[in-house]
């Protein structure tokens, strides 16, 4: 992690359909940032909901990344297209009471690719 | 006839909301705006109630509904679908089951015992545990009075060594003095953890629970602390530290210290008992190819109580491909060849996740079961193993209230008790010491398929053996 992003506190929203050894995976992570990282696996990307990101930033998150699976991919159709909507609405409201919209981030995963949570996350954290 | 063991229980709602079997996915998109949507339908109120637990991001759309599927089959849209909750899936592992572990949550949060309202979904035969079935043959003639009703059926056991015979002088003057015995209500004492995050809390609730049940919780000896002194009537301490380092006073006032087994072990053994007579001694090792001859060696030799460990799966040392069970079925049988049987006690551990293992393990021939696990899955623990990586415990099992622990474990105890109960009545035995190594009221899959199989050419059909 770069010094910059030393101390910042993340939420990490992800559709668990994008790596299915999640929960050992992300130890690494766990281990090495604490509880400076904190993992939201959900069943799939589109229920997330305004509230559970608005909670995220109440809990003291810095940035909050919803990640979901390719467009096309989605396990019950329409969830990552969901997930966009109820993001840029909650994007929508968080700026309204003066907080910046880059605080909540979508990321869409590119089709074709084996994803595993602690890879994307050191991507993320960059 | 003598007062009834009863364990007090009380509801002790988990501090964190329970990972559930399954999920629901509803979409608000493409909505018809029916004039009374399904939702509005749900019996249990789940849609009106819905909240978030944010500690966990836990929306309780998940953990209140009660899968009934009303509202997934009703909705003319089909907007609403249950999904296996993956993080369910997630738990435990292969031994430590997501079913496993949701069962003793549930009886640790309400003390009843398990019921699957549509009978038994389970495989026909297992490996394990489940190679094994209880004759329940007497389960058709309930006793008149039912088991929880006038019947008593005494889970009792004593520990400690027995005389097999009393001496007397010439003048018929007793000489023969009886080993101190020490009795449990139920065959089941508290083991160590094989791991566990730190924090004192959960060794105060074992001990605390342990005093609630009558039984006994085992305490590594560098784990004793001043704050258990009020528990010592209730601890097993466990001496793998050094045994020279326990007080005089120490040892005079403990019931029962266990060792390490070693070379001088017995050695030992007469030391403690020199300072303390009426000191029960277990002695513990890991089951192995040697088990068998080892328990004898020490049976002769004076031991007392023999604690056999294994590991969370129930094997022995890596190179013993025996189960638990089968293993501790094969030591019973070899000490009464030895006519040693009679003389010790033996403790299984290791592998112990359901209360049925405690009565298999009692049939296979143990006298009493020492329990790790599911005493800490009592207390919320998902089998994770987070802590043994040093990361920290999704439920901060660090910080628990000790007297809420034990109020779960004992909820869980009394769940176990009352299973025995039902074992133990639908076999027709009523007391526990006569159930130990009645292997005969039990039939084993693996021998029950070379007896009808080997005669007609087959090879095993499970294991591929
Ligand atoms: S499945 Fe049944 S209990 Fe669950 S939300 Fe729907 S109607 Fe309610
Ligand atoms: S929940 Fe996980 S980290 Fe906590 S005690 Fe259990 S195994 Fe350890």
Not at chain 2, 262 to 282: C, D, R, T, W, Y
Request: aromatic fraction near 8%; glycine fraction near 8%.
């Amino acid at each position: 992690m770069k010094k910059t992003n030393a101390g910042k506190k993340y939420a990490i929203f992800f559709c668990q359909q994008i790596d299915k050894n999640q929960d050992v995976n992300r130890r690494s992570i766990e281990k090495e940032f604490g509880p400076q990282i904190r993992f939201f696996p959900i069943p799939c990307s589109g229920r997330i909901e305004p509230l559970h990101l608005m909670r995220a930033i109440e809990s003291g998150a810095d940035k909050v990344y919803v990640v979901t699976c390719p467009e096309g991919a989605c396990r019950y159709r329409e969830g990552n297209i969901r997930a966009r909507k109820r993001l840029l609405y909650t994007q929508n409201l968080i700026e309204e009471i003066g907080l910046e919209r880059g605080m909540l981030e979508l990321i869409r995963l590119k089709a074709g690719n084996n994803y595993t949570v602690d890879k994307l996350t050191r991507e993320l954290l960059g | 006839m003598a007062h009834k063991y009863h364990i007090l229980t009380s509801p002790t709602p988990a501090r964190f909301k329970p990972i559930t079997k399954a999920g629901i996915i509803a979409w608000e998109e493409g909505c018809l705006k029916c004039a009374r949507c399904v939702k509005k339908d749900c019996v249990y109120k789940v849609y009106e109630k819905r909240s978030l637990d944010s500690r966990q991001m836990l929306d309780s759309l998940d953990t209140a509904c009660m899968d009934c599927f009303r509202c997934v089959q009703n909705c003319p849209n089909r907007l609403i679908q249950k999904s296996i909750n993956p993080l369910y899936k997630a738990l435990g592992d292969n031994y430590w089951t997501p079913e496993i572990i949701e069962n003793i949550w549930n009886q640790a949060e309400n003390g009843r015992v398990p019921v699957s309202g549509g009978g038994y979904h389970g495989p026909f035969s297992g490996p394990g545990f489940d190679a094994m079935w209880t004759d329940m043959s007497e389960i058709v003639r309930p006793t008149r009075d039912g088991i929880h009703g006038r019947e008593y059926i005494s889970t009792t056991v004593d520990l400690g060594r027995k005389l097999m015979s009393l001496e007397f002088d010439s003048g018929g003057k007793l000489i023969s003095s009886p080993p101190p015995l020490v009795e449990i209500p139920l065959p089941v004492i508290f083991d160590v953890l094989p791991w566990s995050p730190g924090g004192k809390g959960i060794n105060l609730a074992f001990l605390e629970a342990a005093r609630n049940t009558r039984t006994f919780a085992v305490i590594h000896q560098a784990d004793f602390m001043t704050d258990m002194d009020e528990y010592v009537p209730n601890i097993i301490l466990f001496a793998d530290d050094d045994v020279l380092k326990l007080s005089k006073e120490m040892i005079r006032r403990l019931k029962i210290i266990e060792l390490p087994d070693s070379g001088n072990v017995m050695a030992i053994q007469e030391h403690l008992k020199k300072i303390n007579p009426a000191l029960v001694i277990f002695i513990r090792f890991r089951l192995s190819r040697n088990a068998s001859v080892r328990a004898a060696a020490l049976a002769k030799e004076g031991a007392e109580v023999i604690h056999l460990t294994a590991n969370e799966n129930g094997m022995g040392k890596a190179e013993d491909p025996l189960f638990i069970k089968d293993r501790i079925r094969q030591i019973h049988s070899h000490l009464i060849e030895a006519g040693l049987r009679d003389e010790v006690t033996l403790i299984g551990s290791g592998g112990v996740a359901m209360a049925e293992h405690v009565a298999k393990l009692v049939i296979c021939g143990a006298d009493a079961v020492a329990v790790d696990i599911p005493l800490l899955v009592a207390m919320e623990c998902r089998v994770c193993r987070r802590c043994t990586e040093g990361i920290s415990c999704p439920v901060d099992l660090e910080n628990i209230d000790y007297a809420w622990g034990a109020s779960r474990i004992r909820n869980l105890i009394s769940g176990w008790h009352n299973q025995l109960l039902e074992v133990m009545g639908a076999m027709g035995i009523r007391e526990i010491r006569r159930m130990r190594g009645e292997m005969g009221r039990a039939m084993f899959f693996e021998e029950l398929e070379k007896e009808i199989f080997s005669g007609m050419g087959i090879k095993g059909l499970i294991n591929g053996k």
